[in-house]
C-alpha cells in the first residue's frame, strides 16, 4: 500500500472512520494523570502473551506453596485452592482477577509476625528457583553502586559541582572511603567525579502501616565518587534525611550502620522506580500516547503503523495494574513503605510535572551530568541504551524521510497536528514539552517525538522491568520499606539491621510480585513481520535490525570485561510495555 499523508488522501470515509475511533477512546482523568476508558482487541497482545503469563503465574504459585510447606510459616490466609473445571474456566475466560487470586494470592501476615531470625530467613524464598546473585553481593558496596548504574532503576544520580547545603560532605568524610582515601574531594568535584542521588521530592509521601507493624519511608541523599584511576563508582556517604541535624551522616566505615543507610537509601530508590520510574514514566506515560494514535491518526496513516507495533497490550496491562497491583492492600500498597494515598498523589505530580523532550536519552544523561565517559567510565545503562537509542533515531529517521519530503508537509498533516496537539493538552494526554507543546513543527522534532514513544515503550521499559526479578526478588538487595527510622548513630548492630528489614510476608510478597513481572517477557524489539509493504520502509526495518544484532554482539563482548548487565540485550528487548 503506497504511503499517503492525510493531506493527500482521497479517501472520503477517513474522516468518518476516525471519528468511529474519537467515539470508542476517551480519557480518565479520575487520578490526574490520564488512563484510557476502555480498551479493545486492537490493544490486547498477540496469542503469545498469555501462556507466558500463565507460566509466570504457575510458578509463582507452586514457589510460594513449596516456601511455605518447607518453612513452616503460618499465613493469615490459605493458598486457595480450586477444582480444576473451575480453574479451566478462569483460563478460558482470561478472568484476570480470579487468576490472580488464585495464582498470585495475598496471603496476609505470618502468624508471629514473620519477623527474621537471622538474614538467611530471606534466601528462602528460593525454593523451586535459582537464588538471584544478589544473595551473595547486596552487603558489598560495588554491589550497591551497581545497583545505581546498572540495576532496575539506573537513571536516578546525577554529577554535582558543589556540596548541597543540606548535605554537608567533607574531605575527611570522603577519604574514610579506601578507595578515596589519598584522594581530596574539591579536587574530585572539580574533575566531575562526585554524584549525588538525592529523594527530597519523597517528601510527600507519607509513612503507611503493615497490618502487625509500622513501616517507614525516608529521603535520603547518598554520595559516589569515581577513583582518581578511573574505574568503578562507590558509595561514600549517606544522610537518610534531608535535613543534618537530624539525620547523621554515614560512611563504609560505620559497618551495621552504614549497612542500614544503604537499605534506607534502597526503599527510597526502589520506592521511587516502581511507582514513578516503571509505573508512571513508562506504562503511564505510553498510555495517553496510545489513546491519542487511537481517535487522531487514521489506521492508515504512516506514524500510526510505525508507533502502534509498540503498544501491543499496554492497556490490557495497565487496565490490570490500575484495578488491582496498585490499588489498596495489593502488591504495591503491601510492598512500598508510604501510604497508598500519597502515593497516589505523588505519581499525579511526577507524572505529570515530567518533561518529554527533556528525557530525550542523551538530553537527559546530559543534564544529571552522566554523559561522559571520562568522568564516568563505568555506566552500564547508559552506554547500552545510548546505543539502542541512537539505532532507533536512525530507523526512524529513514522512515519519516521516505514518508515526509520537508518540514511543510509535517506542518500539513492535519492529523498529526491534532494529535499532538492532544497529548499536550490538558483534556488529552497531559504530557509536557511534547512536540512542540501543541503541534509538529518539522520533520527533525517528528523524528525524535517517534524516537523517544518508541524507546520508552520497549528498551526504557525493559531496564526498568526485567531487573525486577533479577535485582529485586531477594528482599535485602532491594527493599521497598523500612520497619524502624532511619539508624540514629553508628552504633548500630546487626539486630537493629534485622528489625530495619520487612517481615517474612513481605518478603514473600516480594518474590512473588517481582518474580513474575520479571518473568514474562513477549515479542522482540525491531521485529515488525510484515507490518510494512514499502521496499524503502523494509530495507530501512532490515538495516534497523542489523543494527540491533551488532549492538547485541557488541554488549555481548562489553559483559565480558564487566558485571553482566543483559536487560538491553536487544534480544531481551519486547516491542512494547506489556506486562
Ligand atoms: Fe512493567
Request: proline content about 6%; aromatic content about 12%.
Amino acid at each position: 500500500m503506497a504511503i499517503i499523508l492525510p493531506q493527500n488522501d482521497t479517501n472520503t470515509k477517513r474522516a468518518a472512520e476516525l471519528e468511529t475511533m474519537r467515539k470508542d477512546y476517551a480519557y480518565n482523568f479520575e487520578n490526574e494523570f490520564p488512563v484510557g476508558v476502555k480498551y479493545y482487541a486492537r490493544d490486547m497482545d498477540g496469542i503469545a502473551w498469555y501462556p507466558k503469563v500463565l507460566a509466570g503465574l504457575a510458578t509463582a504459585r507452586s514457589n510460594v506453596q513449596e516456601i511455605l510447606e518447607k518453612t513452616g510459616w503460618k499465613t493469615k490466609n490459605p493458598v486457595p485452592t480450586l477444582s480444576p473445571a473451575a480453574l479451566a474456566g478462569y483460563i478460558e475466560k482470561k478472568s484476570f482477577p480470579d487468576l490472580f487470586d488464585y495464582f498470585l494470592t495475598e496471603l496476609g501476615p505470618i502468624d508471629g509476625g514473620g519477623r527474621p531470625t537471622a538474614l538467611e530467613d530471606y534466601v528462602k524464598v528460593f525454593q523451586k528457583v535459582k537464588a538471584t546473585y544478589c544473595t551473595e553481593r547486596f552487603m558489598d558496596d560495588d554491589y550497591f553502586a551497581h545497583s545505581f548504574l546498572a540495576g532496575p532503576h539506573a537513571n536516578l544520580f546525577g554529577m554535582i559541582k558543589a556540596i548541597p547545603a543540606n548535605f554537608p560532605i567533607s574531605n575527611e568524610i570522603f577519604k574514610k572511603t579506601a578507595a578515596f582515601a589519598s584522594d581530596d574531594l574539591a579536587r574530585a568535584m572539580n574533575a566531575g567525579r562526585v554524584f549525588i542521588a538525592d529523594y527530597k521530592e519523597m517528601i510527600d509521601l507519607q509513612s503507611g502501616v503493615h497490618p502487625v507493624q509500622k513501616k517507614y519511608i525516608y529521603q535520603p541523599i547518598v554520595a559516589f565518587a569515581v577513583p582518581e584511576n578511573g574505574g568503578k563508582m562507590l558509595p561514600f556517604a549517606i544522610q537518610c534525611g534531608q535535613t543534618p541535624v537530624d539525620f547523621p551522616m554515614f560512611t563504609p566505615a560505620d559497618d551495621w550502620a552504614w549497612q542500614m543507610a544503604k537499605g534506607t537509601a534502597w526503599v527510597a530508590h526502589y520506592t521511587y522506580h516502581e511507582v514513578i520510574t516503571h509505573l508512571g514514566l513508562t506504562h503511564l506515560l505510553i498510555e495517553p500516547i496510545v489513546v491519542a494514535t487511537r481517535r487522531q491518526l487514521h489506521t492508515s496513516h504512516p506514524i500510526y503503523k510505525l508507533i502502534t507495533p509498540h503498544f501491543e497490550g499496554t492497556m490490557l496491562i495497565n487496565s490490570l495494574a490500575m484495578s488491582s497491583l496498585v490499588q489498596d492492600g495489593q502488591a504495591v500498597d503491601r510492598l512500598v513503605g508510604s501510604a497508598n494515598k500519597s502515593n497516589f498523589a505523588f505519581l499525579a505530580k511526577q507524572r505529570l510535572n515530567y518533561s518529554f523532550s527533556e528525557n530525550y536519552l542523551p538530553n537527559r544523561l546530559k543534564l544529571k551530568g552522566v554523559h561522559d565517559i571520562k568522568t564516568l567510565p563505568q555506566y552500564h545503562y547508559r552506554d547500552d541504551a545510548i546505543q539502542i537509542w541512537n539505532a532507533t533515531r536512525a530507523w526512524v529517521s529513514r522512515y519519516i524521510d521516505r514518508c515526509y519530503r520537508s518540514d511543510a508537509d509535517v506542518k500539513a498533516d492535519f492529523e498529526l497536528q491534532v494529535w499532538a496537539v492532544e497529548i499536550n493538552a490538558k483534556n488529552g494526554g497531559r504530557i509536557r514539552d511534547f512536540a512542540a507543546n501543541g503541534g509538529v513543527d518539522s520533520k527533525d522534532q517528528l523524528i525524535d517525538t517517534c524516537t523517544m514513544i518508541i524507546f520508552t515503550a520497549g528498551p526504557q521499559h525493559a531496564a526498568v522491568n526485567f531487573p525486577q526479578l533479577t535485582d529485586m526478588s531477594f528482599l535485602p538487595g532491594g527493599p521497598l520499606a523500612g520497619y524502624r527510622p532511619a539508624p540514629e548513630s553508628t552504633k548500630m548492630t546487626k539486630q537493629d539491621y534485622l528489625d530495619f528489614l520487612p517481615p517474612m510476608d513481605i518478603a514473600l510478597k516480594q518474590w512473588q510480585t517481582m518474580h513474575f513481572l520479571g518473568s514474562v517477557r513477549h515479542t522482540t524489539f525491531g521485529d515488525y513481520g510484515d507490518a510494512f509493504s514499502d521496499e524503502v520502509i523494509k530495507a530501512a526495518a532490515g538495516a534497523f535490525r542489523t543494527d540491533l544484532k551488532r549492538i547485541e554482539e557488541e554488549i555481548k563482548n562489553k559483559n565480558l570485561k564487566r558485571l553482566a548487565y543483559e536487560h538491553l540485550l536487544p534480544s531481551l528487548i519486547p516491542q512494547s510495555t506489556n506486562i
